[in-house]
Nanobody
Framework: EVQFVESGGGLVQAGGSLRLSCAASGFTFGTHAIGWFRQAPGKEREGVVCRSDSDGTTYYADSVQGRFSISLDSAKNTAYLQMDSLESDDTGVYYC????????????????????????WGQGTQVTVSS
């Protein structure tokens, strides 16, 4: 059974940093496109950072470009989302997800229904940025 578990969320002041983790079991990173998504209160879930499995190309939503970065630790089978210079608009529940479809997460930055547009996703971790 595949399981993704996100952690590392919390309350942080604007300008601060957090590193989110996505630990996978029953799954090996590098075989699917992966992404980090967030859902702010009252809004649809959107792609934040997405990485292609074919060539490792990484796509960033315009709102996080230059502030967020994704990385993988194969030994720990864990994906990370480093978030710097956090802003109040970054508040939301953050999810990691994987998809085997050839298109991957091609419209990263747009909205996603992970129940139909991913193969696996976790329960999410809350990030709250206070201004």
């Amino acid at each position: 059974e595949v399981q993704f578990v996100e952690s590392g969320g919390g309350l942080v002041q604007a300008g601060g940093s957090l590193r989110l983790s996505c630990a996978a079991s029953g799954f090996t990173f590098g075989t699917h496109a992966i992404g980090w998504f967030r859902q702010a209160p009252g809004k649809e879930r959107e792609g934040v950072v997405c990485r292609s499995d074919s060539d490792g190309t990484t796509y960033y939503a315009d709102s996080v470009q230059g502030r967020f970065s994704i990385s993988l630790d194969s030994a720990k089978n864990t994906a990370y989302l480093q978030m710097d210079s956090l802003e109040s608009d970054d508040t939301g529940v953050y999810y990691c997800a994987a998809r085997s479809s050839p298109e991957g997460f091609a419209h990263c930055g747009g909205t996603y229904d992970l129940s139909t547009e991913s193969d696996y996703w976790g329960q999410g971790t809350q990030v709250t940025v206070s201004s």
